[in-house]
């Protein structure tokens, strides 16, 4: 166990550096998801007080919250997979002491502090400058974030199967970004959905995630908590065995 922490403690602080040199993920990782939750307060503040049981601002923190975990992770992560990879760097990792998920792991940890870190300002932002009461289970907020994490760590390492280049990474990753965006429940709150759509966009592979942080915030009945585990379970076996069988641990040729 000592020896597992000390590897994915050095191949996070490894990432962690190699962050910092690359402007551009660094931008993706702590300016872009502020940036976007801007833009998801003034969307959601268009909407009518009827479409918005929680409220605007309960709204902006469920789907913030959502839009920090796919930015900062899935996002950030597939890029950083993508250059390890196409810097050989994957492929000497595995020539050491570390096993295969320690890599992916290791190379997630700066994402997923910065990610959680984040999560923690806005939800304290929204306390203390929107006027939201504090959650009414964090136990529940804190076991999504805690479920969302490796579930969107793993969907990157999928992603870079069809992932060229480090240039190509904003064009693959959009469609998973975008679908969760307006389905699971981050710019569009699944309310103002109609019930058939909302069936449907409830089976997609961070719906379940985006339920524990809302029950988090504002409380939820235990039959929706229980969908949501099990959709989330799912989605994290089938992302598992994806990673498994297609993840490419050399460059694309």
Same mark, same amino acid.
């Given at each position: 166990?000592?020896?597992?922490?000390?590897?994915?403690?050095?191949?996070?602080?490894?990432?962690?550096?190699?962050?910092?040199?690359?402007?551009?993920?660094?931008?993706?990782?702590?300016?872009?998801?502020?940036?976007?939750?801007?833009?998801?307060?003034?969307?959601?503040?268009?909407?009518?007080?009827?479409?918005?049981?929680?409220?605007?601002?309960?709204?902006?923190?469920?789907?913030?919250?959502?839009?920090?975990?796919?930015?900062?992770? !899935?996002?950030?992560?597939?890029?950083? !997979?993508?250059?390890?990879?196409?810097?050989?760097?994957?492929?000497?990792?595995?020539?050491?002491?570390?096993?295969?998920?320690?890599?992916?792991?290791?190379?997630?940890?700066?994402?997923?502090?910065?990610?959680?870190?984040?999560?923690?300002?806005?939800?304290?932002?929204?306390?203390?400058?929107?006027?939201?009461?504090?959650?009414?289970?964090?136990?529940?907020?804190?076991?999504?974030?805690?479920?969302?994490?490796?579930?969107?760590?793993?969907?990157?390492?999928?992603?870079?199967?069809?992932?060229?280049?480090?240039?190509?990474?904003?064009?693959?990753?959009?469609?998973?970004?975008?679908?969760?965006?307006?389905?699971?429940?981050?710019?569009?709150?699944?309310?103002?959905?109609?019930?058939?759509?909302?069936?449907?966009?409830?089976?997609?592979?961070?719906?379940?995630?985006?339920?524990?942080?809302?029950?988090?915030?504002?409380?939820?009945?235990?039959?929706?908590?229980?969908?949501?585990?099990?959709?989330?379970?799912?989605?994290?076996?089938?992302?598992?065995?994806?990673?498994?069988?297609?993840?490419?641990?050399?460059?694309?040729?």
């Amino acid at each position: 166990m000592n020896a597992t922490v000390t590897r994915l403690t050095a191949l996070g602080r490894a990432e962690l550096t190699l962050l910092g040199r690359n402007k551009n993920n660094l931008f993706i990782a702590l300016l872009m998801p502020l940036l976007m939750i801007f833009v998801l307060r003034s969307s959601i503040a268009q909407m009518g007080t009827d479409e918005l049981p929680r409220g605007a601002a309960g709204a902006t923190l469920v789907g913030g919250t959502g839009m920090i975990l796919t930015l900062v992770v !899935y996002m950030g992560l597939v890029s950083a !997979y993508v250059a390890r990879r196409e810097e050989l760097v994957l492929k000497r990792l595995r020539t050491g002491e570390a096993s295969d998920p320690e890599i992916l792991a290791g190379a997630a940890l700066p994402s997923a502090a910065i990610a959680l870190a984040q999560c923690a300002v806005l939800a304290v932002g929204g306390v203390a400058v929107l006027d939201v009461p504090a959650p009414e289970r964090p136990e529940l907020l804190a076991l999504g974030l805690l479920a969302g994490i490796p579930l969107l760590a793993g969907l990157a390492a999928v992603t870079t199967v069809i992932t060229r280049n480090v240039e190509s990474a904003g064009l693959t990753t959009l469609p998973f970004f975008l679908v969760s965006a307006m389905g699971s429940g981050m710019m569009v709150p699944r309310e103002v959905l109609p019930d058939a759509v909302a069936d449907v966009c409830e089976l997609l592979p961070l719906s379940g995630v985006m339920e524990f942080v809302r029950a988090g915030w504002f409380g939820a009945g235990a039959g929706d908590l229980l969908t949501a585990a099990v959709t989330t379970l799912a989605w994290g076996a089938v992302t598992v065995f994806a990673v498994q069988r297609w993840f490419r641990w050399e460059p694309r040729r």
